[in-house]
């Protein structure tokens, strides 16, 4: 008989086990049938709703002179300045109030929180939370490149939460194609394939929100990147009532790491806004002229895709979608564009620049210098309704 989802609530279980019992008799709806729910979904489920919050377990083995004293001391340093009523704690209760440390069997354990945030080499204790990187030669995986390689590059990033930020962004960067490009200004700036600012929220919500249970602390978290996408990947579903269709709403998420969370806040290296993350994935990729990023949630993990297809060959939308071309393929793009008399006002939304005096001088008026370009208004060349023709040769 199956056990309805909400029944298998009643269960209680003790903090951090593995659950063994209900596996054979729950079942969760997966679509038009009933799936037997993993050892994971129901302990994803019961520790929902017992509140049990993975990263505030204690790292067993561990001890306080694991952690990074200068970091932690800045830290509390800052977290005093802020909170006048906290000062008046000493070092220890204060980490403890914070939730770095775990003194519930009267010794003073490292929570996972702490050995993630402040660790001196957290993988030396959780070898699997790790960031695997690598970038295939092809569309899949199992594609190989020329000389038979499964990968142009490969890494596993260790070290601390915002290590592991820093270390996969540094890989993501040094594998993403430049272009040199011109913007609305004139100036000459490298883009990169992908809006890196996009691309670091989401590494960033993969490394924070993953699910660290004893469940999943064997899984790593995996950013792999194709010729068309990259593709970020994460232990654990979307936590509690949490949906996709939520995401980057301004619907109140729940926090599966909120120790995690908060103090990632308070120190301000990797979250600066609450709640922001998705709806700037989706700003900085419109600004780029791709896709808005993927979200699909599996049964025991979250996907984010960002595909480098433009959604079309010629964006309209002026400087915030620049072209990868340069000032001489911007002249023969106008010539060939003025073949039937055009304004300056068509010439700019044709080559999706904005700024008028940069279009005026870099491209129409060089161009009726060197008798490539006529205006067809030559009594008064400074007329309201001005256009201008390529010269036929």
Do not use: W
């Amino acid at each position: 008989m199956a056990v309805k989802i909400d029944e298998i609530a009643q269960n209680k279980k003790p903090c951090y086990y593995k659950p063994k019992g209900l596996q054979k008799r729950s079942y969760i709806r997966i679509g038009d049938r009933d799936e037997p729910m993993t050892d994971y979904e129901i302990y994803s489920l019961q520790s929902y709703n017992d509140h049990i919050f993975e990263d505030k377990r204690p790292t067993r083995g561990a001890t306080i002179n694991d952690l990074n004293n200068e970091s932690l001391n800045s830290y509390i340093d800052k977290i005093k300045i802020e909170k006048p009523h906290f000062a008046k704690n000493d070092f220890e209760k204060s980490l403890k109030l914070c939730g770095i440390i775990d003194t519930s069997d009267n010794q003073a354990y490292p929570t996972l929180a702490g050995t993630m945030i402040f660790g001196e080499f957290p993988q030396s204790f959780y070898p699997q939370l790790f960031v695997a990187c690598v970038v295939v030669p092809g569309n899949e995986l199992g594609d190989t490149g020329e000389f038979g390689e499964r990968f142009i590059d490969n890494k596993r990033v260790e070290g601390t939460i915002e290590e592991m930020l820093e270390g996969t962004m540094n890989f993501l960067r040094r594998n993403m194609k430049i272009s040199v490009i011109i913007n609305s200004n004139g100036e000459r700036i490298n883009r990169t394939e992908y809006p890196m600012e996009a691309l670091r929220e989401a590494v960033a919500n993969s490394l924070i929100h993953r699910d660290y249970s004893t469940q999943t602390e064997n899984a790593y978290v995996s950013v792999n990147m194709y010729n068309d996408r990259i593709e970020i990947i994460n232990p654990g579903n979307l936590y509690g009532t949490n949906k996709l269709e939520k995401l980057g709403t301004a619907t109140t998420m729940e926090s599966r790491n909120p120790t995690i969370v908060r103090i990632l806040e308070e120190k301000g290296s990797v979250i600066e806004n609450r709640h922001s993350g998705i709806p700037t994935m989706k700003r900085e990729m419109k600004k780029y002229g791709l896709p808005e990023p993927e979200f699909y949630e599996e049964r025991d993990s979250f996907k984010v895709i960002f595909r480098n297809t433009p959604i079309t060959e010629n964006s309209q939308t002026g400087a915030q979608n620049m072209e990868h071309i340069t000032i001489d393929e911007l002249k023969a793009k106008v010539l060939n564009y003025c073949k039937i008399p055009k304004s300056s006002k068509e010439i700019r939304e044709y080559v999706g620049l904005s700024s008028k005096t940069y279009v005026a001088d870099s491209i129409i008026k060089p161009l009726l210098k060197a008798g490539m370009l006529e205006y067809t208004n030559k009594r008064s060349i400074n007329a309201r309704n001005q256009k201008y023709i390529t010269v036929k040769k």
